[in-house]
């Protein structure tokens, strides 16, 4: 079993900047892929980051240029580091882990979110 808990969640004004952290803890994999979800009331969830143990990032288009995903592996913390923040931004983020360095499949575990509301 894998533990994922999220903080850094909170209000910030449009043009303010926030860093998520998604601390994991128990089994570990020797690759693996960690993402950054988002869901905002009434849509789907969508992936905002991702990020494989072999290096490669990705990001949805519309936080291109704003929000960097990023690892601290003798923390086993990933981050999303947000800025130039957008009503639209707005939503519950969760992180999630996968077994494999691959954009492929399911993510096996997931935390239970924090949420980000972007004031206008």
């Known amino acids: 079993q894998v533990q994922l808990v999220e903080s850094g969640g909170g209000l910030v004004q449009a043009g303010g900047s926030l860093r998520l952290s998604c601390a994991a803890s128990?089994?570990?994999?020797?690759?693996?892929?960690m993402g950054w979800f988002r869901q905002a009331p009434g849509k789907q969830r969508e992936l905002v980051a991702a990020?494989?143990?072999?290096?490669?990032?990705k990001y949805t288009d519309s936080v291109k240029g704003r929000f960097t995903i990023a690892e601290d592996n003798a923390k086993n913390t990933v981050y999303l580091q947000m800025n130039s923040l957008k009503p639209e931004d707005t939503a519950v983020y969760y992180c999630?882990?996968?077994?494999?360095?691959?954009?492929?499949?399911?993510?096996?575990?997931w935390g239970q979110g924090t949420q980000v509301t972007v004031s206008s």
């Open positions: 990020a494989t143990s072999s290096g490669m990032t």
């Open positions: 999630a882990i996968r077994d494999g360095a691959t954009w492929l499949g399911k993510f096996d575990y």
């Open positions: 128990g089994r570990t994999f020797s690759r693996y892929t």
